[in-house]
């Protein structure tokens, strides 16, 4: 039971370049995130998919984009990173709105951009 | 904008003692959540409390929620060194859609 699985764990990117976070969950949930966590800030969401097939912006989705793949899968993709983009990117997932159970977080992914 | 305002924003106990979070937020909430965060880690769910409920205890935490003056607390009893973390409160603000905001957390120390 890995629950939720984030790769890469550590990437250093020069500005400019692109990247894509991979998220994987193997818990059936319908409904996962992206969160980025920056020094006194607690978490901003980014994005987050209600269900396969829709996506919705967060809290500070500039510089960002998203593909739900499959009921499994949401990846985030930083097409040209910025400093600003460094932080730790955790996804998350949950079930169905309504059922009162917490999420389950990946491990996150520390993100450099020199 | 964050939801939730976390007090104290760091806070230094013995091992034994008990500690107490707050959190304030700011619109109608249907439930309120508690994560723990070790270094380096990803949040872990702790408990949840629902708007109509005033009081939850789970082993050796008990959180109260005041919906009048939307604000929770975290109470952890007998502390323990492993208690060693961070601690957020989230708020489910928006209708049913389960979308967590985030507190800026308290970072608690236990010291053996």
């Known amino acids: 039971n890995a629950g939720v699985t984030q790769t890469p764990k550590f990437q250093v990117l020069k500005t400019g370049q692109s990247m894509t976070l991979q998220c994987a969950q193997d818990?059936?949930?319908?409904?996962m995130y992206w969160y980025r966590q920056d020094p006194g800030m607690g978490l901003r969401l980014i994005y987050y998919?209600?269900?396969?097939?829709?996506?919705d912006k967060g809290e500070v989705p500039n510089g960002y984009n998203v593909s739900r793949l499959n009921k499994r899968e949401f990846s985030l993709r930083l097409e040209s990173a910025a400093p600003s983009q460094t932080s730790v990117y955790f996804c998350?997932?949950?079930?169905?709105?309504?059922?009162?159970?917490?999420?389950?977080f990946g491990s996150g992914t520390r993100l450099t951009v020199v | 904008s964050q939801q939730g305002e976390e007090d104290p924003q760091a806070l230094s106990i013995q091992e034994g003692e008990n500690a107490t979070m707050n959190c304030s937020y700011k619109?109608?909430?249907?439930?309120l959540q508690w994560y723990r965060q070790n270094s380096g880690r990803g949040l872990v769910h702790l408990i949840l409390?629902?708007?109509?409920?005033r009081e939850k205890h789970s082993g050796r935490l008990r959180v109260t929620l005041d919906t009048s003056k939307k604000s929770s607390s975290l109470l952890i009893t007998a502390s323990r060194a492993a208690d060693t973390a961070s601690y957020f409160c989230?708020?489910?603000?928006?209708?049913?859609?389960?979308?967590?905001?985030f507190g800026q957390g308290t970072t608690l120390q236990v010291k053996p």
């Open positions: 998350a997932s949950s079930a169905e709105p309504g059922t009162f159970i917490g999420y389950t």
């Open positions: 989230a708020t489910d603000a928006t209708g049913n859609t389960g979308k967590l905001i």
């Open positions: 409390i629902r708007s109509n409920e």
């Open positions: 818990m059936n949930h319908n409904s």
């Open positions: 998919s209600a269900s396969e097939g829709t996506t």
């Open positions: 619109t109608s909430i249907n439930n």
